[in-house]
């Protein structure tokens, strides 16, 4: 299957400071999905990218699949203590298989 | 939420012992998956399945085995459960093979001692 790198593993920001978790693959990836998991809670779907160079975005939450579709990021401005989690980025293989790889994930920590 | 229903929720049990973990759905999604979550691992694919007696390795099976002999019945088993299995377990769903999201369920956490 495809592999997804994803960087960083942990980040820690004061409340109010913006946040970016990066995904990266060495394969063209066929489209990118993104969610978010709470502390003891089980991962939610946040949005899918399909297009080459695609911007989407969801309140504060700015997500991106490269021009090349081999890498994609998520950035959420003015962080909050609500952003607490892990936030995964997935990819279906190719094929048409139905196999969904997910990234190691990004835990994000926001101090009040 | 998504119908999906994981048991049991929580279990310990011992060394060489076999387990099976339940994952059930009333949605009639085609794919299921099993996914196990560890520390700095993040999800990884165990097996998944995409209809009824058709499954699939995925990253990390070896040691697991899979059924699926109902659309909304995918069962997880741990022939002969190891320490290195102790891990939060979760089943997911979805609609199609591609550019649709999963819905997950609860997870179980499964201790071998």
């Known amino acids: 299957g495809q592999q997804v790198m994803q960087i960083p593993q942990y980040q820690h920001v004061q409340e109010g400071e913006d946040f970016t978790t990066y995904c990266n693959s060495s394969t063209t990836l066929s489209n990118i999905q993104w969610y978010k998991q709470r502390p003891g809670g089980h991962p939610v779907f946040l949005i899918q990218l399909v297009k080459s160079g695609e911007v989407k975005k969801q309140k504060r939450l700015t997500f991106q699949f490269g021009e090349a579709k081999k890498n994609s990021s998520l950035h959420i401005t003015a962080t909050q203590t609500t952003d607490v989690g892990t936030y995964f980025c997935a990819n279906h293989g190719s094929g048409n298989t139905g196999k969904l790889i997910f990234g190691q994930g990004t835990t994000l920590q926001v101090k009040p | 939420d998504?119908?999906?229903?994981?048991?049991?929720?929580?279990?310990?049990?011992?060394?060489?012992?076999?387990?099976?973990?339940?994952?059930?759905?009333?949605?009639?999604?085609?794919?299921?998956?099993?996914?196990?979550?560890?520390?700095?691992?993040?999800?990884?694919?165990?097996?998944?399945?995409?209809?009824?007696?058709?499954?699939?390795?995925?990253?990390v099976s070896d040691g697991y085995s899979v059924s699926r002999s109902k659309t909304e019945d995918f069962l997880l088993t741990l022939e002969s459960a190891t320490s290195s299995q102790t891990s939060v377990y979760f089943c997911a769903i979805s609609l199609g093979p591609l550019n649709t999201e999963a819905f997950f369920g609860q997870g179980t956490r499964l201790t071998v001692v």
């Open chain 2, 2 to 59: 998504a119908g999906i229903t994981q048991s049991p929720r929580h279990k310990v049990t011992e060394t060489g012992t076999p387990v099976t973990l339940r994952c059930h759905q009333t949605e009639n999604h085609r794919y299921m998956y099993w996914y196990r979550q560890d520390p700095g691992h993040g999800l990884r694919l165990i097996h998944y399945s995409y209809g009824v007696k058709d499954t699939d390795k995925g990253e």
